[in-house]
């Protein structure tokens, strides 16, 4: 008991510290960090706020108090009188999933069972909504230091950096880390660490990008050779017995080529015909696998700068095929803009590469059409059903949404960092990294310094 009360008031002092100094310039009205200290000898359970105070389907709540104590058997919580998925407990604070169509009223909870039960109601009543809200799928706390990361449920556990993510083919999110480049998993509400950067036998250490084969069974890996490993590109088989893939079958397909300077930050997988491909950072080459050599080999093809010629340092963060496997789009972080072209299943050739969104070095946020637009560092995209592509713009703490016919404008963020859940147009994000359309139809995102993983679901 005592470990936890000093877990809950450790918790409770970064949390002031954070709301007093203003963490990373968030003007978020709702979420107010601050949680009561426990006296020694208080056991009379109490609330004192919640956040956030408006949301729609599956909007994740943190429910602040004392003495709810940890038994998730013993908690019930409701918004406007439908029962709450109760996510966790850490004995002040409750996290909980508001449901498909509660409607707007009280939030209450309910500590233990039956007539017996404690009902406890929060004087702010929640405001349901349809359209579409900000949440936080993973990392309710954010921490102060890479030390402080751990493993536990999706409340209880600590990210660090999160980078690109990917989901496997039973639904489990993969998110890669900054600095040592771990890769967490997220699979039955619980986050574990999946690999270990230091782990891999020197095959990889600084890993950037996530690609699954076309049936699943096989995943890739893109290495930044900048910081060290052997492989430029590793792949690990799917076990059917763990449900997971192998990292003890850890393999290089493309071993560290030397000319190619900073390595590779990047692969995809073609969605039709399976084929592999990767862009060089330094030459800006496209590269494909070649099964017979089982290795990447030089298509010819080079990405173009703003003149026409071939590019360098590009930085390609992202490549994503549209569902006909026929358009090709790449977003490069170091020059600021989105690549597309044609692709040719039959030839295995790419035609027509161009900078289709963005201009060439010159960083900002303007919505447009093509290259009136303007983005900075634009990370991984992803299309939804009707072909538009989302895409994170890291230094503007922005998703961006781009119309099949190139007209780019705010999705959501406010351009200001912060932690801010709740409405598309007041949800803010502290450098995105990473976005993903999930199983259930929802948009993941991960938030590099906010250290999370959100969430956008519509109801």
């Known amino acids: ?11 409770s002092i970064y949390s002031l510290m954070f709301a007093s100094i203003g963490f990373v310039a968030c003007e978020d009205e709702n979420r107010q960090d601050m949680t009561p200290e426990i006296g020694e000898g208080e056991a009379t359970p109490k609330i004192t706020m919640y956040t956030p105070t408006a949301g729609g389907k599956s909007t994740s709540l943190t429910l602040y108090g004392t003495h709810f ?3 998730l058997d013993n908690i019930r919580v409701t918004v406007n009188g439908v029962d709450a998925e ?6 002040n604070i409750i996290t909980a999933n508001v449901q498909r169509g509660s409607g707007s009223g009280p939030v209450k909870v309910y500590l233990g069972q039956g007539e017996a039960a404690q009902e406890l109601t929060y004087k702010t009543e929640f405001e349901y909504s349809q359209s579409p809200i900000v949440s936080t799928y993973i990392g309710s706390y954010v921490p102060s230091a890479k030390t402080e990361k751990k493993e536990g449920t999706l409340m209880e556990a600590v990210l660090w950096k999160p980078g690109s993510i990917a989901f496997d083919k039973e639904g489990a999110l993969y998110i890669v880390e900054d600095d040592d480049r771990d890769i967490r998993i997220a699979k039955n509400n619980q986050v574990a660490t999946f690999l270990r950067g230091d782990g891999t036998g020197g095959t990889v250490f600084r890993m950037m990008n996530i690609a699954f084969s076309s049936d699943g069974n096989t995943l890739f890996l893109s290495n930044d050779a900048n910081a060290t490993g052997n492989a430029h590109i590793a792949t690990m088989p799917w076990n059917n017995v763990t449900h997971q893939y192998d990292a003890a079958n850890l393999s290089a397909i493309w071993s560290i080529t030397p000319s190619l300077g900073n390595g590779v930050t990047n692969v995809g997988v073609h969605p039709v015909t399976g084929e592999i491909f990767s862009v060089a950072h330094g030459n800006a080459m496209i590269y494909k696998y070649d099964p017979e ?10 990405l173009p700068d703003a003149a026409g010629k071939n590019a360098s340092k590009v930085k390609i963060r992202c490549i994503l095929f549209d569902k006909a496997g026929t358009t090709v789009y790449m977003s490069s972080q170091e020059k600021d803009v989105i690549y597309k072209g044609d692709y040719d299943m039959s030839t295995g050739e790419f035609s027509n590469l161009h900078i289709w ?10 919505e447009g059409q093509g290259n009136e637009a ?6 991984q995209m992803d299309l939804d059903e009707e072909g538009n592509i989302y895409v994170a713009v890291r230094k503007k703490h922005r998703i961006a949404k781009i119309t099949p016919d190139g007209m780019l404008t705010n999705y959501t963020g406010t351009g200001i960092s912060g932690t801010t859940d709740g409405p598309l147009d007041k949800a803010q994000f502290n450098h ?3 976005v993903q359309f999930g199983p259930d139809g929802a948009l ?6 906010n250290h999370k993983i959100r969430k956008i679901e519509k109801d």
């Open 444 to 449: 993941y995102i991960s938030d590099y310094w």
């Open 86 to 91: 109760v996510t966790g407990a850490l004995g």
């Open 432 to 434: 995105p990294e990473g």
């Open 374 to 379: 303007k983005l900075e560092e634009p990370c």
């Open 69 to 71: 104590g940890t038994d």
């Open 293 to 302: 050599q089982n290795t990447m080999v030089a298509t010819g093809v080079q």
């Open 1 to 11: 008991m005592k470990t936890l009360i000093h877990h809950l008031k450790r918790f």
């Open 357 to 366: 969104v963005g201009q060439y070095e010159k960083a900002g946020f303007t």
